[in-house]
C-alpha cells in the first residue's frame, strides 16, 4: 500500500494493558485501489475469520469456514464448499476448524513438500515482510490518528517491546 488511515480503540479490552480491541483501516494502493479493513477482538458469541473483496464485477469471499467462493459475472464455487453459516454454528458448539481451513492446511502442506521435492521453492519472504509492514502501518496510523505513508513506515526507527521474555518458551 502507499498510505493508510486508520482508527481503533480499546472499547471491550481489559483494563490492563494497552493494545486496541478494534480497528477500521483504509489502505491506499496505486491506480486509486483502496481496501478497507476491520478487525474486533471483543464480539461475545460471534467468531469469524474472513475475507471479502468487493469488485465491479462480483464479490469474493474466503472464510476459514463457511461459504468459499465468487460471485458475480464469472461465479466460482470452491469444491465442497458448505452450506452458508454452519461453519460458525459447528465453530461454536466445538470450537473446532472445519472445511476450509482444514482443506487449506492440507493444500499448504503439499504445495510446500511439492516445492521442495521439485526445486521448485515457494519464497514468500517478501510477502510476509510486506504484511508485517502494512500491519505496522495501519497501527502507526490508528494510534497516532493520521495518515501514515509506506515511506514513513520503512524509514521509522519506532520500536515496539511486546514485553515478552522468551527465555520463558524454551
Not at 491506499?28 to 479493513?37: K, M, R
Not at 469488485?55 to 460471485?71: A, D, R, V
Not at 458448505?82 to 476448524?97: E, H, L, N
Request: glycine content about 10%.
Amino acid at each position: 500500500p502507499l498510505k493508510a488511515t486508520a482508527t481503533g480503540g480499546r472499547q471491550g479490552r481489559p483494563a490492563d494493558g494497552d493494545a486496541y480491541g478494534n480497528y477500521n483501516v483504509l489502505f491506499h494502493y496505486p491506480d486509486g485501489a483502496d481496501v478497507t479493513y476491520s478487525s474486533t477482538q471483543f464480539a461475545k458469541g460471534w467468531w469469524d475469520v474472513t475475507e471479502r473483496f468487493f469488485g465491479t464485477k462480483g464479490t469474493s469471499q474466503s472464510p476459514y469456514t463457511g461459504p468459499l467462493g465468487i460471485w458475480g459475472e464469472e461465479p466460482w464455487q470452491a469444491e465442497g464448499t458448505p452450506a452458508k453459516d454452519t461453519g460458525q454454528i459447528s465453530f461454536s458448539a466445538t470450537g473446532k476448524f472445519t472445511s476450509n481451513l482444514e482443506f487449506a492446511d492440507r493444500e499448504k502442506k503439499k504445495a510446500f513438500v511439492e516445492s521442495i521435492a521439485s526445486g521448485n521453492f515457494h519464497n514468500q519472504a517478501d510477502k510476509g515482510a510486506e504484511s508485517a509492514l502494512s500491519c505496522m502501518m495501519a497501527r502507526t496510523a490508528a494510534y497516532s490518528g493520521r495518515e501514515v505513508t509506506w515511506e514513513e513506515t520503512l524509514k521509522s526507527r519506532d520500536t515496539w517491546d511486546a514485553k515478552i521474555d522468551l527465555n520463558k518458551l524454551r
